[in-house]
């Protein structure tokens, strides 16, 4: 998966848009970023709000010496405008806070009357990872909204996502998780969680980039944090056991596919269909550290 995800986030830029997504999917699947992003984001950034958050987020996991000419000014202008769009304030914040400028924790008001006028499950997500880039303690009337909103996910099977598809779940679990690991307590049942993975990786083999984006942020968001990553059992080998003296190899594993250290795995019961004779001794697995 890593080599065929990367292989699609491999350039070329054509775009701002493309620079962030190919930098932020490149740092998810801890791959070399691209030559020349930061000089392509320097000579392509222009006055707009979204080429301003695009160039931010890319400085932000690169580092680039990112410097725009009246770039705060720009920035600050919506903010202190009365009555801006929680799209507008999630970027202008996250903007200041990746060019390590400063921002206003008196902010988390306007994000609450934001979403006073717009309580779509996007419009969350963004008061969620606006208020995670604010200093200072969560505001817990944002905070509070987080299982409520969770609720409006649907079932399909073990499945769990929201009516508007990969883009809106996805940004909902990053901003819901970076917020839940801000305040220190998670938001989210271990069932919702459950749930939201096997959708997550569900879409593994879309094919477009902006779906394999989208499809990166949700599993990193489940993937990075301290509160409740999902694990599974990946078997190394095939699972086919024969012979005397097998060896049967697995690891735990986060929704990323990459290993979990500091964990066990125990066997509970290994017997051969056809006779019922135990196959291996119940009782911990040799190895360790997750494998």
Do not use: W
């Not at 320097?42 to 996991?61: E, F």
């Not at 580092?63 to 720009?74: I, V």
């Not at 569900?202 to 509160?227: E, H, P, R, V, W």
Request: hydrophobic share 40%; net charge negative; charged share 20%.
């Amino acid at each position: 998966d890593r080599e065929r995800l990367g292989a699609v986030f491999g350039g070329p830029l054509d775009s701002l848009k493309s620079a962030y997504q190919t930098t932020v999917a490149r740092q998810i699947l801890k791959l070399a970023p691209l030559d020349g992003v930061c000089e392509f984001v320097s000579s392509n950034t222009g006055d707009s709000l979204n080429d301003l958050y695009y160039a931010s987020q890319v400085s932000g996991v690169l580092g680039c010496n990112f410097a725009k000419e009246g770039a705060e000014g720009t920035l600050m202008q919506e903010i202190t405008a009365e009555g801006a769009s929680i799209s507008k304030l999630f970027k202008r914040i996250s903007s200041l806070a990746n060019l390590n400028l400063a921002v206003d924790p008196t902010l988390s008001g306007k994000i609450s009357a934001a979403l006073k006028k717009d309580d779509s499950v996007m419009a969350h997500a963004l008061a969620y990872l606006a208020a995670a880039a604010l200093p200072g303690d969560v505001p817990t009337d944002v905070y509070d909204t987080i299982e409520d909103v969770a609720h409006r996910a649907d079932t399909i099977g073990t499945a769990r996502s929201f009516e508007d598809g990969l883009m809106e779940t996805a940004m909902f679990l990053k901003g819901a998780l970076v917020l839940s690991q801000k305040k220190g307590k998670a938001a989210l049942s271990g069932d919702m969680v459950k749930g939201f993975t096997a959708y997550m990786t569900s879409n593994k083999n879309k094919a477009s980039q902006s779906s394999l984006f989208y499809t990166l942020i949700g599993l990193d968001a489940l993937s990075n944090n301290n509160l409740a990553v999902p694990t599974s059992l990946s078997v190394a080998g095939g699972s086919v056991i024969s012979g005397d003296g097998s060896n049967f190899q697995v690891a735990l594993v986060n929704p990323l596919g990459e290993q979990v250290t500091g964990s066990d795995a125990s066997i509970q019961s290994a017997v051969v269909p056809a006779t019922g004779a135990a196959l291996f001794k119940t009782g911990p697995m040799e190895g360790g550290d997750g494998a």
